[in-house]
Nanobody
Framework: QVQLVESGGGLVQAGGSLRLSCAPS????????MGWFRQAPGKEREFVAS????????YYADSVKGRFTISRGNAKNTVYLQMNSLKPEDTAVYYC??????????????????WGQGTQVTVSS
């Protein structure tokens, strides 16, 4: 009934930019806290960024702070991740997740109800 679809991934050289999109679909449309996570080959999934329902509260992993920006669309459904100054270590499958359960910590992936299939981001040297 609820589906999260990521798009915007691809191959980019170090220092370049990409913008990822997450579009909720189905009978229910999410307007609550949403997040982005990523998983690199051979590593565990890690938190990247999250945004509140109103869009006035955002959180970022230290590794992407100052380079990535999470935002919401006008309808508060689509969620974006603007990725600038990309580094080879940013290479991973990026996942959209949400909504977050009430009272959940922004970086706790266990509190996000639905997950997308992921979109591949590859940054070359």
């Amino acid at each position: 009934q609820v589906q999260l679809v990521e798009s915007g991934g691809g191959l980019v050289q170090a220092g370049g930019s990409l913008r990822l999109s997450c579009a909720p679909s189905g009978r229910t449309f999410n307007t609550y806290t949403m997040g982005w996570f990523r998983q690199a080959p051979g590593k565990e999934r890690e938190f990247v960024a999250s945004i509140s329902r109103s869009g006035d509260s955002t959180y970022y992993a230290d590794s992407v702070k100052g380079r990535f920006t999470i935002s919401r669309g006008n309808a508060k459904n689509t969620v974006y991740l603007q990725m600038n100054s990309l580094k080879p270590e940013d290479t991973a499958v990026y996942y959209c997740a949400g909504p977050q359960r009430f009272g959940g910590t922004y970086y706790d992936e266990g509190t996000y109800v639905y997950w997308g299939q992921g979109t591949q981001v590859t940054v070359s040297s």
